[in-house]
């Protein structure tokens, strides 16, 4: 098993693309790691200048204690699944997985050995004659991870393995391949657009945008702690709320004055928020700490504000309202039967222990 790492890495197509601007990331032993962001900021580059599919036009790339810039793909000891699963129709599933095996002349009992054991591990033992035509997506999926099993590399890559699958399949590989990766032991890098799948797959996972790295964070703490507005609204679904407005201070204390309501900013981040006094910000509220004053006790004078309810989303435990307040739109996520009627007057009860302030104009988490 091995580590990886990327060590101020660049990477430039022709035509001043630059896809990936000095990275560096290490990941250890075993870890499962996920890299996500939205399209085109920089992920396959990444993993396939990992599997040496991509020259670096600048930076080293580290596997264990070996730099393998120049080292060809074959010759890195890793295995890639890719989206479209890139199997060999015309071949059964057997031969499709024991492949790689051959060609490099490993003796059949091993090559046996080796494909039945993933077979079983995958749950398409059953499959082994068949050809790929005639599998599910989700099996077929289950082929191409099995086909990198065989090799036992030091290192899996996946890039978006599982968009191709339907909803419930997709769920239900997110749990398999969690287990595959306690089962194997294995270091493991994953790449997704989805911040739903990053968040439950990686031990820790790695947010990029436009080709630079954001943060670098277990779930939790992505979610607790973004360090930018970026992160703050990327990672959470439905998405974190933001509001552009103003820090202003009376009477000693500091409020968020927001377009249309007012609210008071709790007294631990009064000093990190003082040097913004009467300058623009914005203030960010996750969906599950907006309330409906009906159903908490949280509520008070300076937390509450006058909204109108103008989309309801029941989703069974819980229910999204689309609201607007003043002039700002927002979504609240409360308990599936403590819903008020779409037009409704509501009052909104922000938890203002759990709101955030980003600087307007690098977008920085302020407090
Ligand atoms: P992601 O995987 O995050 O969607 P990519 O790594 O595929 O992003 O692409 C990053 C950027 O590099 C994008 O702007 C993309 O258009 C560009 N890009 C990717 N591959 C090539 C290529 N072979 N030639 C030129 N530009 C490329």
């Known amino acids: ?98 492949f790689a095996l051959r060609l490099r002349k490993y003796p059949r009992s091993e090559i046996e050995t080796r494909v039945k054991d993933a077979a079983e591990i995958l749950g398409i033992a059953k499959l082994l004659n068949r050809q790929p035509r005639e599998l599910s997506g989700g099996q077929r999926q289950r082929v191409a991870v099995g086909r990198a099993i065989v090799r036992k590399p030091m290192v899996f890559l996946f890039d978006e393995p599982l968009s191709n699958l339907d909803a419930k399949m997709r769920v239900q590989m997110r749990t398999e391949l969690n287990k595959l990766h306690i089962r194997l032991q294995s270091t493991m890098i ?44 990327f990672i959470g679904s439905p998405p974190m709320n933001f509001v552009k407005g103003e820090i ?24 990190k928020l003082a040097v913004y006094e009467g300058k623009e910000i914005f203030f960010g509220i996750r969906p599950e700490d907006i309330y409906d004053k009906l159903f908490t006790s949280r509520a008070s004078s300076e937390n509450t504000v006058k909204a109108v309810v103008e989309i309801v989303e029941p989703m069974g435990a819980e229910a999204y309202l689309y609201i607007t307040a003043g002039k700002s739109s927002l979504i609240a996520r409360v308990g599936g039967h403590d819903r008020p009627e779409v037009h409704q007057d509501m ?21």
Request: hydrophobic share 40%; net charge negative; proline share 4%.
């Open 1 to 98: 098993m091995a580590q990886v790492s990327l060590k101020n890495v660049y990477k430039a197509y022709p035509g001043n693309i630059e896809a990936v601007r000095d990275m560096s990331l290490g990941v250890e032993n075993k870890e499962f790691v996920v890299i996500v962001g939205p399209s085109g900021c920089g992920k396959s580059t990444t993993l396939r200048m990992i599997a040496g599919l991509e020259d670096v036009t600048k930076g080293e790339i580290w596997i264990s204690d070996k730099m393998v810039n120049d080292v060809p793909p074959k010759d890195r000891d890793i295995a890639m699944v890719f989206q479209n699963y890139a199997l060999y129709p015309h071949m059964t599933v057997y031969e499709n997985m024991s």
């Open 190 to 233: 994953y790449v997704t657009h989805d911040q739903t799948e990053a968040m439950t797959m990686g031990n820790r996972i790695v947010v990029m945008k436009d080709g630079i790295i954001q943060q670098v964070a277990s779930p939790i703490t992505l979610y607790d702690k973004p360090v930018n507005k970026f992160v703050a609204g």
């Open 248 to 271: 202003i201070k009376k009477d000693s204390k500091f409020f968020f004055t927001g377009d249309g309501f007012i609210v008071k900013v709790v007294e631990d981040m009064h000093k």
């Open 347 to 367: 009052d909104l009860v922000f938890d203002m222990s759990k709101a955030r302030f980003f600087n307007k104009d690098t977008e920085e988490t302020i407090v």
